[in-house]
């Protein structure tokens, strides 16, 4: 008898290249998939656009008079207020954007519980420097009763996220 379960145990384990485990009913089922080249991926994040742009991607909202940049990215909304002595990162709580004609707009708060609300439309931008450093968006930035203006695009890439990466969500 012990053979013959021995037997069966070796014949299941190779049969199936995963483990084993035995359930209530003594019946053996796979404690892990048994290839996990078969287990489906996460589906990518769905697409949303502002006329062609891709609101899935980093991005940078920024103005001058006064300096401040928001970085936007799956997840996190950093802002940064550099007409301060010493600018530091604030998170804003993540939304989805709310896509409606030619302008998104995220309507959420910041950690001190004011109204933030930052409106995206699809108007080219350009706040300082040349026409090549034109951006495809325009950039309206609400934070309690202080509105600031200025522009919207992909993040630079050559530029370090360790701002959004040494931040968490509230």
């Given at each position: 008898m012990r053979l013959a379960l021995l037997a069966i145990t070796l014949t299941l384990s190779a049969c199936g290249g995963g483990s084993m485990v035995v359930n209530a009913d003594n019946a053996a089922?796979?404690?892990?998939?048994a290839n996990a080249a078969n287990v489906a991926a996460p589906a990518p994040a769905p697409s949303v656009k502002l006329?062609?742009?891709e609101l899935n991607q980093l991005i940078r909202a920024f103005g001058t008079?006064?300096?401040w940049t928001l970085d936007l990215g799956p997840g996190d909304m950093i802002f940064t207020d550099n007409a301060v002595e010493?600018?530091?990162p604030e998170p804003f709580y993540w939304v989805a954007p709310v896509v409606a004609g030619d302008t998104a707009t995220y309507t959420t708060k910041n950690v001190?519980?004011?109204p933030v609300v930052l409106v995206l439309t699809r108007k080219d931008c350009l706040e300082v420097?040349?026409?090549e450093d034109t951006q495809p968006l325009t950039a309206k930035l609400t934070i309690g009763t202080k509105v600031r203006t200025g522009?919207?695009?992909p993040k630079p890439k050559d530029e370090p996220d360790e701002e959004m990466e040494n931040t968490t969500t509230p």
């Amino acid at each position: 008898m012990r053979l013959a379960l021995l037997a069966i145990t070796l014949t299941l384990s190779a049969c199936g290249g995963g483990s084993m485990v035995v359930n209530a009913d003594n019946a053996a089922t796979p404690a892990e998939p048994a290839n996990a080249a078969n287990v489906a991926a996460p589906a990518p994040a769905p697409s949303v656009k502002l006329g062609d742009f891709e609101l899935n991607q980093l991005i940078r909202a920024f103005g001058t008079e006064p300096f401040w940049t928001l970085d936007l990215g799956p997840g996190d909304m950093i802002f940064t207020d550099n007409a301060v002595e010493t600018p530091k990162p604030e998170p804003f709580y993540w939304v989805a954007p709310v896509v409606a004609g030619d302008t998104a707009t995220y309507t959420t708060k910041n950690v001190a519980g004011d109204p933030v609300v930052l409106v995206l439309t699809r108007k080219d931008c350009l706040e300082v420097g040349e026409p090549e450093d034109t951006q495809p968006l325009t950039a309206k930035l609400t934070i309690g009763t202080k509105v600031r203006t200025g522009c919207a695009g992909p993040k630079p890439k050559d530029e370090p996220d360790e701002e959004m990466e040494n931040t968490t969500t509230p």
